[in-house]
């Protein structure tokens, strides 16, 4: 990533994102190869008056505890880690895919996953308390871009434009959709329920059956999420009190493992059947890692219309503007979904080819476009 763009992305996420002030204790998190953007950061939270730290979170160690490891090493959890999450006024996690060859054994990835159930309860419930701030950022790398079927360069800038660095003023870019997020807010937060529907999906490289789902949302808030705790952003979201019916996802990522044509089938909130396509036993692993991990945590629709084309990343993938998503596993506080476990796993549903999106019975979003004025387009 250039020098400027780095610069600009580290001055949005430290005023923006997390509003860094003075005195605060900001943990950055990241793999080495971030390194130069750990720079950038370091340097904007300095600036801010804030006290930065650098915590190294590499996935070629976490590859080796999980091949060497014993099932108590591998459950283990660092009480530095927990100090760290426990104290830090704003967290910044920087993700940096690296390619590694080979995918993890299901059974132990869900095994570690578990374990950390106890952090990831933490950091929502400070976060809902708002004693703490999070950014996560995924920066390009040569094996993102590979993903995206794009050259490094390309990637780049895709990933600039999707975060609206691009515009002489992205904070206000960002500020824009914020005031479209309030209105789409007012309006579902008086509604009770929400219908996602798409036809099979035949063509493309994730085929995928049909999706028929009925989400229950009354009595739950809605977050608006615009260059916030995610950047780029572009989605808004809630915990729904249950959810109904059939969900297929062309491909759903977790933890570096690809599962394609998932089809999962729900009743009164929770997956009473799930197959896929290609990594079924991982799928299944992960649905079996604790009490929580089978039920609905989040439902969400995509408002980036800045992204327009999958890359095989969930991050980006999730905000496309036309899309719907849902994490089986813990759920967000603040929205009244409570649902707890080590599990946060978010699939994405493409509305854009003859998809609806209905609440309370009138049609709000058709062909991946939402139907109402002032909001996302």
């Known amino acids: 990533m250039q020098d400027d763009r780095r610069n600009k ?4 996420i ?8 003075h005195g605060d204790l900001v943990t950055i998190v990241g793999e080495p190869a971030a390194l130069p953007t750990v720079e950038a950061l370091y340097e904007s939270v300095l600036r801010a008056g804030g006290h930065p730290s650098f915590h190294v979170k590499a996935e070629a160690l976490q590859r080796v505890l999980l091949r060497m490891g014993t099932d108590e090493q591998v459950k283990h959890v660092s009480p530095f880690e927990e100090y760290r999450l426990e ?3 704003v967290l910044i996690v920087l993700s940096y895919k690296l390619g590694l060859a080979g995918a993890p054994d299901p059974a132990r990835a869900a095994m570690l996953q578990a374990a950390r159930r106890g952090l990831l ?3 929502l419930r400070r976060l809902a308390e708002g004693s703490t701030r999070y950014c996560l950022t995924q920066l390009p790398s040569e094996a993102s871009a590979r993903d995206a079927g794009m050259t490094l360069a390309e990637h780049e800038d895709w990933v600039s434009r999707a975060g609206f660095l691009h515009l002489p003023d992205p904070v206000a870019a960002w500020g824009q959709l914020d005031e479209q997020h309030a209105r789409m807010k007012e309006y579902l937060e008086a509604r009770r329920e929400l219908r996602f529907a798409s036809p099979a999906q035949e063509q493309g490289p994730y085929p995928c059956g049909a999706t028929n789902l009925v989400a229950d949302i009354s009595g739950h808030k809605w977050l608006s999420r615009a260059g916030g705790e995610n950047f780029p952003d572009g989605e808004l979201d809630s915990g729904p009190r249950s959810v109904d019916g059939v969900a297929c996802f062309g491909y759903a990522s977790y933890g570096g493992t690809l599962v394609e044509g ?5 009743k009164d909130g929770r997956v009473t059947d799930a197959s896929a396509r290609t990594n079924e036993n991982f799928l299944h692993r992960m649905l079996d890692m604790d009490a929580g991990s089978r039920t609905v945590g989040e439902i969400a629709l995509g408002t ?3 992204l327009t084309r999958y890359t095989r990343s969930t991050f980006f993938d999730e905000k496309i503007g036309g899309t719907f998503h849902l994490a089986l596993g813990a759920g967000y ?4 979904n409570t649902n707890e476990s080590g599990l946060h796993w978010d ?7 003859g998809g609806s999106v209905h609440a309370d019975g009138e049609l709000i979003q058709q062909n991946g476009r939402f139907l109402r004025a002032g909001w996302p387009a």
């Open 87 to 89: 104290r830090c006024d």
């Open 304 to 306: 980036n219309y800045a």
């Open 121 to 123: 309860t933490m950091s």
């Open 14 to 21: 430290v005023r923006h994102c997390t509003k860094v002030r």
């Open 262 to 266: 998932v089809r999962l089938q729900f």
């Open 333 to 336: 506080p603040q929205t009244g």
């Open 9 to 12: 992305l580290a001055e949005v």
């Open 347 to 353: 699939m994405v549903g493409d509305l854009r080819a």
